[in-house]
């Protein structure tokens, strides 16, 4: 059935480290990825989206990678600040379903 | 721009009330609106999926009876938690997706959520 998985519940990284986030999906008829941050007691926050026609895509500090091939979707940090902390969930947008099926989330912290 | 808004942001009753929330869409016309629902340390469950002017769609298991959803207008659209009980306590998050002219047909921007507690 339809399920986005993540590889990894926590991340703990370095101040300034670049994060990895990792995402699985299992549907191959999906044709739109989002990156969501969600910050506690808050609404999930767009960061990234990315199409199934594209394999990279750049935000400011952030990059999507989509791997078709093994349907793996991560999310690239650069220089993380403790700002960054939050949960991080990958969402996908099967067609013709219209509507988004989320993964688990996961925890990055940031260590100073 | 693509601001979402939800009130109350908060919302304590007691057992067999009815809780009303409004999810708004502020600055774009949303052409569906979507509820979800959080629980602790949980990722974000689709309840039902709302197109204005259009009884909403609900996902299996959601009582729709229980969870009333109008979606009157392109900016508006609320839940209403019926006879709640402390099992509903939860974080309600609604969203919406806009209409082409504004911005990505497919992006879904979500409002910051209200946490419900039935005591």
């Known amino acids: 059935g339809e399920s986005v998985g993540l590889h990894l519940p926590t991340l703990s990284v370095q101040e300034g480290d670049n994060s990895i986030i990792n995402c699985a999906y299992s549907n191959s008829a999906s044709d739109y990825f989002i990156w969501y941050k969600q910050e506690s007691g808050k609404g999930p926050q767009f960061i990234i989206d990315?199409?199934?026609?594209?394999d990279k895509r750049q935000g400011q500090r952030v990059t999507v990678l989509l791997n078709k091939t093994v349907k793996h979707l991560s999310l690239q940090i650069a220089a993380t600040q403790p700002g960054d902390s939050a949960v991080y969930f990958c969402a996908e947008n099967v067609q013709g379903a219209q509507k988004l099926v989320f993964g688990q989330g996961t925890r990055l912290t940031i260590n100073p | 721009g693509a601001v979402v808004s939800q009130h109350p942001s908060r919302v304590i009753c007691k057992s067999g009330t009815s809780v009303k929330i409004e999810c708004r869409s502020l600055d774009f016309q949303a052409t569906t609106m979507f509820w979800y629902r959080q629980f602790p340390k949980q990722s974000l469950m689709l309840m039902a999926t709302s197109n204005e002017g259009s009884k909403a769609t609900y996902e299996q298991g959601v009582e729709k009876d229980k969870f009333l959803i109008n979606h009157a207008s392109l900016t508006l659209s609320t839940l209403t938690v019926t006879s709640a009980h402390p099992e509903d306590s939860s974080f309600y998050i609604c969203s919406a997706r806009s209409l082409p002219l504004t911005t990505s047909t497919d992006t879904q921007y979500f409002g910051p959520g209200t946490r419900l507690t039935v005591l």
């Open positions: 990315i199409r199934s026609n594209m």
